[in-house]
């Protein structure tokens, strides 16, 4: 049996906190469980804004078809070469007769050993490249599918642009265009163009260096370390043209290794036809001189006579070995130059493709698809997070004080008013 007072402390009014004060937990009112992310929800956005992300495929697989369609053909030649195997080392004077190189030449400065480019496998994309071979190509002619005739890589890069390379130019490049004119308004006036001095280096005119950028794209080089093989690839939109291409870089980057192998052996081949023209003219006067005085002197008598006789005749003698040590020297320089002549052997030579190299179209479109996919569906997921933010007060609150922070009060100034 229970009095009032233990009633009295066991019940009491409805929603009458215990005696800590702290509110009783009602059911549905407990603490605010975090947001997950299930796989419903995730195919629930997909479902509502399943249009959305249909027609946003559908219109980058447009996009992609529409390009691969109007995008110009590529071909691309390829050419091969490899570096023949060549004895660098070993001098000439073993070949000479009378041990010539260590006798009378050494005094003359003349060396008669090998001597070494240097040049590897691995340099040969550099020397393919250089401002040398490829302004030798520029400078060839060629037949271009849309020339009415042939004309040189220079003539047809620096053609006067049509009428709709001049409107995108004056359009859609126009800050490019206005960059490139105040480029050349404020450079300096170019140094003028043509071969210079042996030595110095050559300096293409304006026209060429425009056509030297344009050659550089395309034109690729790559070489396999182990079997130092170097391949060659030249891509235009013309197959004939592409091979025409590949075919003067080939001829042309053969010259350059070529002059490049034989620059020393040239040199010397040089000195020694110098020397060799000198020493002809010397022993043409000795024997001159010669001749004279035993014309005067057909039977010398007396002592300073015979000893002025026997000096001609030793500088006659001496003019005469060094003349043919010199003429053996130069025959064997010029066949040790006409033995380092070919350095390269075409392993394959270019020929028009068949086949275009680029575009790849159905690459183009995949990508496009897929690309659309994913835009698609972000925005789907994009605009269910704003909708869910618009829901939220909370959420409000914060968006409108990002708005605050980040747009200018002008703006939302004009936004109120066109409310």
């Given amino acids: 049996m229970s009095t009032a007072d233990d009633q009295g402390q066991t019940d009491g009014p409805p929603g009458t906190p215990p005696g800590d004060g702290a509110p009783a937990e009602q059911p549905g009112y407990g603490p605010r469980q975090e947001d997950e992310v299930s796989l419903l929800d995730i195919l629930l956005v997909l479902a509502r804004y399943k249009t959305l992300i249909v027609r946003t495929v559908l219109v980058f697989t447009l996009l992609g078809v529409t390009y691969a369609l109007l995008a110009e053909e590529e071909f691309t030649s390829e050419a091969r070469v490899v570096r023949e195997a060549q004895q660098e080392g070993g001098g000439l004077s073993g070949g000479l007769p009378g041990g010539i190189g260590g006798g009378a030449l050494s005094g003359l400065g003349i060396s008669l050993g090998g001597a070494a480019s240097g040049l590897t496998p691995q340099a040969f994309p550099d020397v393919l490249q250089?401002?040398?071979?490829?302004?030798a190509v520029v400078r060839d002619t060629f037949r271009f599918p849309d020339a009415e005739r042939p004309m040189t890589f220079v003539e047809y890069v620096n053609q006067p642009p049509?009428?709709?390379?001049?409107?995108?130019d004056y359009t859609l490049f126009l800050p490019w265009t206005l960059k490139g004119m105040l480029g050349q308004a404020t450079s300096k006036s170019p140094a003028p163009a043509g071969t210079m001095e042996t030595g110095k280096p050559l300096i293409p005119s304006e026209e060429e260096d425009k056509a030297l950028k344009s050659i550089s794209e395309k034109i690729s080089a790559s070489v396999d370390e182990e079997t130092g093989l170097m391949t060659i690839s030249v891509t235009a939109g013309d197959p004939q043209l592409s091979s025409a291409l590949a075919e003067s870089f080939l001829d042309h980057f053969s010259t350059r290794v070529r002059e490049i192998r034989t620059e020393k052996v040239r040199e010397r081949l040089q000195f020694v036809e110098g020397r060799y023209e000198e020493a002809e003219q010397e022993l043409e006067t000795a024997e001159e001189r010669l001749a004279q005085f035993l014309e005067r002197n057909q039977n010398p008598t007396?002592?300073?006579l015979q000893f002025r006789r026997d000096r001609l005749q030793r500088q006659v003698s001496f003019k005469e070995q060094l003349y043919s040590e010199l003429q053996s020297q130069l025959t064997q320089t010029r066949l040790d130059l006409?033995?380092?002549?070919?350095?390269?052997?075409?392993?394959?030579?270019?020929?028009p493709p068949m086949e275009p190299s680029a575009p790849n179209r159905t690459l183009i479109v995949i990508l496009n698809l897929i690309f659309g996919g994913f835009l698609g569906i972000g925005g789907a997921f994009v605009?269910?997070?704003?909708?869910?933010?618009?829901e939220d007060d909370d959420e409000q609150e914060k968006m409108q004080e990002i708005k605050e922070r980040l747009v200018p009060s002008r703006f939302r100034e004009t936004e109120s008013m066109a409310a």
Avoid: C, I, W, Y
Wanted: hydrophobic share 35%; glycine share 2%; no cysteine.
């Fill in 302 to 304: 007396t002592a300073t």
């Fill in 130 to 135: 250089s401002r040398e071979v490829r302004l």
């Fill in 162 to 168: 049509g009428v709709l390379s001049t409107v995108l």
């Fill in 338 to 351: 006409q033995r380092r002549q070919p350095v390269t052997t075409v392993v394959e030579q270019p020929v």
């Fill in 383 to 390: 605009k269910t997070l704003f909708d869910r933010m618009e």
